[in-house]
DNA sequence: TCAGGTATGGAAAATTTTTTCGGTATACTG
DNA sequence: CAGTATACCGAAAAAATTTTCCATACCTGA
């Protein structure tokens, strides 16, 4: 189902273990959309994360939840309903996604300046 | 020189600032490296680094200096010598590199039972 | 002299990720 | 009834990253 890689993440380096569950697009935005623990629908967090395309918030969340960072509830109605939410083990990363977005913040205007419009 | 990507990365989030500077395949490594102060040659990186090609810490090492988070004194020799050593703003990341390496460590074996050899 | 190490980078291939488009099925609203 | 929304997923295209291979130019040691 998921795209199997020919070269295998090196599983040894606990950098790059921690690395390999958040470094795509969206993971560590869906983290954070997510961290406060209440339950959210994928068109919710589409509408959090509107440059992101619902297909891909779709991907990312199922190896997320397949990771186990993740949660899913389907509910068996009609028009369907379904609902994400961080794990415990998901919560342990808030740090992390926190440490990053602080620094992102602190360090806004020197990228600004080097990479922004205009530039 | 380096490649001009056609979807650029959105600066605006502060989440998607710091993870671009980091999330390529070798970075967070390079910065774990170089994170006591010293520097270190190219091919000293290489022998810490041994899964990752010479080509690839060549194009990551220069993003990263472009991006200020590594600074590099080229020594007029022959044969070529140079040094890589991380800048202060490179060592702004390094709580970041390190809570992604306890996280790591701490979740190491959840992961392998999952992921490892012969699953 | 020849092999091997040094640092670097162009170019193309291979790999991986993301986008785009389409389709499933059902219910509600105007 | 047509349009919109819900969630999900297959397939192919596009984009982005990494690998592989080759080349430069010079030194050291066998």
Redesign the interface.
């Known amino acids: 189902m998921a795209y199997e890689k020919k070269i295998p993440?090196?599983?040894d380096?606990?950098?790059?273990?921690?690395?390999s569950l958040?470094?795509s697009k969206w993971k560590?935005?869906i983290l954070?959309e997510l961290r406060n623990g209440d339950p959210m629908r994928p068109s919710e967090i589409h509408k959090c994360l509107p440059?992101a395309t619902p297909r891909v918030l779709d991907i990312q969340l199922k190896e997320m939840v397949e990771?186990?960072l993740v949660g899913k509830t389907i509910f068996p109605e009609l028009p369907p309903r379904s609902e994400y939410h961080i794990t415990d083990?998901g919560k342990?990363?808030i740090?992390?996604?926190d440490?990053?977005?602080?620094?992102?913040?602190?360090?806004?205007d020197?990228?600004?300046k080097?990479?922004?419009a205009g530039n």
Chains 1, 2 share one sequence.
Do not use: N, Q
């Open positions: 993440v090196d599983l380096c606990p950098l790059r273990l921690t690395m958040i470094e560590s935005c954070d440059e990771d186990g083990l342990t990363l740090p992390i996604i440490a990053m977005l602080r620094w992102g913040e602190d360090h806004y020197i990228f600004e080097k990479y922004g």
